[in-house]
């Protein structure tokens, strides 16, 4: 049975993620991201699962940051979450008892509608994570008197259910990853999709554009590009791309060949399948068979026989 | 004399980048970059100072999602803030005393080096922003020790600076705008930068190289690219810009026009004095006398005259 | 009534191209293109009427050269011409009798499978033009029996159709164009072409790229590119283009102002109604009156009206 | 001793050409450029030397066509030729006895501004090539009183040089190339050349530009390009390319495998030393051990050891 870190503590968004992805593990939480991937990293944990991207936040920055930075990684499943607030307080309480709410900033401003329409007046402070926000309130003394968390946090903490569902947007998802010590990748399923961390070479206009000519020339499209600060001065970036299909695949294989001449380091993070199943439209010559058709033509007319 | 919001309580690194810039201005605090915006909008100030990236933590998503969703506003001016942590405490507090540390995220990240080698027992709590944990310490029965933050929050609070810069890079810098309601642009200076937020009229397979190449081909370099999501769901991106020269500048106004024409929206948030004082360099043909005397070209064989 | 000069002897397929353009123009008969070109320049005619490419053999690489070195014409009209060759003899020779066939090499090359099939043992002798073979054959003393030419030389020179259509491709066509010195240009109709030539500012990689780029971020086609030498030695270069739409266009005026400011010459040949009337597919952003909106939206903002 | 095809008759540059590359093989004359070609493809001869470009005249469109259309040869050696023309007539004759003048359409050209300055009352006759205009000239009735043409063809044909370098400039060179039937290639030297013909797999626009970046992404450079007729209609072009590199370095067989995997047909026609000895420049990452860290990096990360 696998042991997973998590950025916990219990009752996040992430550990919802993990049970999604393998009710059977072991489950280990986390203060912090950086605290689930080392986990992973030193043989403390089999893997870790941590959020990468949001669709109303974006870039889970510093998730971002520390596969950058840190040991080498691979991501081998990824899974797309709807993202659920509920309002959590102490058993007995109700909605016009509530004056002072407890949660994450991320979840105050994606709750932003409820809150000035249900609780115009309550005074809402920023919390560390959801989940501690549930937790604090479930103490006896807390001076909190609700929390906006998961559901999942409600049933950790011993917290009822106020009100459900109240961030402004409910189509709200976020995507986790699992990853894991490099070894064994994924087979290829054709609705695979490749995470890349690229540093430039030397920061010269146009270099960006030379990079996304290495993908669009062999017909890869990007998912998601990400510019990060390399920390060296503003300025000065790093990228972060997804791409859709497998490294096995010739054409992802030559693209990111490509990128890896002209950069000065490309980081591979994985191929895995993609969550929503969605394969690619393969352009003309892009196939494997087409590489493999035009690696025998050219082996031909290099021995003279055209 | 100008009445300028600015991201409190007081005491952050952003009034120190407001007094840098305006030493004269009234100064609003607001409890969050929104508010701070917001009071510009709506008249209750004349201007408004915000952060908008950081060498190490990267763009200030917040700052980036509030231009592009709300009433337009335009960049005036910018500053590079050097960031320098000190570790404030309630004077008599000595080193040896601190036991809990509170600040906010970031800064905790960026002091890592400095924690783990001097107080490596002591429990570190994130707070909402830097200045917040500076005045929380400054409370008589403040369960917390000491505070990291700007030295100007130990000046506003009362505190005393037990350490001084403390942070892992030396270096790390914040950029810093000032943003107030449409009306006249700053001249151009030679050396300036424009900002603008795009949205992709459909999300189709080579559209940032599309993006990229209406830049390119007029000489245009970005020295910003950020993809931040639109809300409709992962992998559903927006784009923000900071460029190379004023939309004055022919090259700059051809090549935003040319976004225009093949984007659902762009919008312009400002052409401004770069605070590095760095001029573009202007390949062949791209200045403003190249776009005038082939307009004048264009204008004759238009009229047959070749 | 205008006088037009042509390829001539009277007889060849420039002939039959200027009668179907203005048949009632008086002609003028020249021995070269460049005379008939001159003759347009000088004003001893009113313009010119030359070939300029062909379906089978390609440009017509003296009609390129005489534009790009000589003072500027404007061509104002185009048409394509079937190419229909037909067996001339003197009145009385039938097919059996022919044992000597004169022509133009061209038109030699596009009949050899008559050739072969029909006149196995006939020595075929080249010639300087269709016409002027026809008018060899005339001669009552003539060494040949038979001349591959236009009909129409047919006419002019007393001679019968042995045999007629006895080209190997009968969908061959050349396009004619009329040329004139500089004045107003034809209006646009929907359906037009450009002509220009460019010379690169210098060799170096990629220019050609660079170029193509001018004409696709505008979303202009091109035609046709031909490439010429400079004369400055083996691998220099200038380019020869034709492309959809008419200079009056935005998207082409601003497209060949772009490459104007590139290149160290661009040199304009005139925008006509295209012979086949194919109106150009008018990619998203590119038409007029995007280009009319985004220059509106472009003082807008650079008023600060955003 | 091998036996080469030429352009003949006796006494044509491409002889000189032929004897300049293999000054001990036996010597084929044939009527045109297909003839000699044909020789070498059926083993009549062993090769063919034939003209491929000249630095005024541009390509030979002739060869272009018939290495495009016929079975496949591969092109083993260039060599550069400056071209010399003379003015050759029968001995005894003197400048002032010249009233006819005979030679090839492009000689005629080249020489223009000697027969306008020495012969501006001669009369100047079109010959199907300079060589063949110098045999006439020798025979005793000839109607032609001197020919231009290179002075081999003077020593042929026992004409004296009546005037000698009457070229309007001097610098002017023709290229040609020695072929053979496949067979093994040139060892790479690292300074080849290389010769494509490329047939669209449909005529799009921006299908060009998709070509040119096969090349420039792998850092490739052309150095000769022509848009020659399918003979399918006006405006359908197949393209002849010569480019930088040896099919042999891995540069220049990845960008020709991925036009192969784009385009309806790639044909290649050899590489081989450049005449010249020029080196090309070797963009960063684009070098032979370049390409092969990146396949071994590739198979890394392939197999999950990142």
Redesign the interface.
């Known amino acids: 049975m696998a042991k997973l870190a998590y950025l916990g503590p219990e009752g996040t968004f992430t550990e919802e993620a993990l049970r999604l992805m393998e009710p059977d593990a072991e489950r280990l939480p986390c203060p912090t991201v950086a605290a689930a991937l080392n986990a992973a990293r030193s043989g403390e944990a089999d893997g870790a699962v941590v959020p990468l991207?949001?669709?109303?936040?974006?870039a889970i920055?510093t998730t971002l940051d520390e596969f950058a930075w840190g040991d080498?990684l691979?991501i081998t499943a990824e899974v797309?979450l709807p993202v659920r607030f509920s309002l959590l307080a102490r058993p007995g309480t109700e909605l016009v008892h509530i004056k002072r709410v407890y949660s994450h900033?991320a979840a105050i401003t994606q709750c932003r509608g409820f809150l000035s329409r249900e609780l115009p007046d309550a005074v809402v402070?920023?919390a560390?994570s959801t989940a501690a926000a549930a937790q604090e309130v479930s103490l006896p003394g807390s001076p909190y008197d609700a929390a906006i968390a998961a559901p999942i946090a409600g049933e950790h903490y011993g917290l009822v259910e106020v009100a459900a569902n109240i961030g402004d947007?409910p189509?709200?998802?976020t995507?986790f990853v699992r990853v894991g010590r490099?070894?064994?990748?994924p087979e290829p399923t054709g609705a695979d999709r490749t995470t890349l961390v690229v540093f430039l070479?030397d920061d010269h206009?146009?270099a960006?554009?030379e990079m996304?000519?290495?993908f669009?020339?062999?017909g890869v499209?990007?998912?998601?590009?990400?510019?990060?600060?390399t920390?060296?001065?503003?300025?000065?970036?790093f990228f972060h791309f997804d791409l859709e299909g497998h490294?096995?695949d010739a054409r992802v294989?030559?693209a990111?060949?490509?990128l890896?001449?002209?950069c000065s380091e490309v980081?591979?993070?994985g191929s895995y399948p993609r969550a929503d199943r969605v394969s690619p439209q393969i352009k003309?010559?892009?196939d494997d068979s087409?590489?493999t058709e035009?690696?025998a033509?050219?082996s031909r007319?290099?021995?003279?026989?055209?």
């Open positions: 991207e949001n669709s109303l936040e974006g920055t080498p691979l797309l900033p402070v920023a560390p947007r189509d709200t998802m995507r490099p070894g064994t990748l070479a206009p146009g960006l554009l996304l000519t290495e669009s020339v062999r499209n990007l998912t998601r590009i990400e510019s990060r600060p920390g060296d001065g503003i300025g000065r970036y490294v096995a294989g030559e990111i060949s490509g890896h001449r002209i980081r591979f993070f003309r010559g892009m087409d590489f035009a690696a033509w050219l007319i290099r021995a003279g026989d055209v």
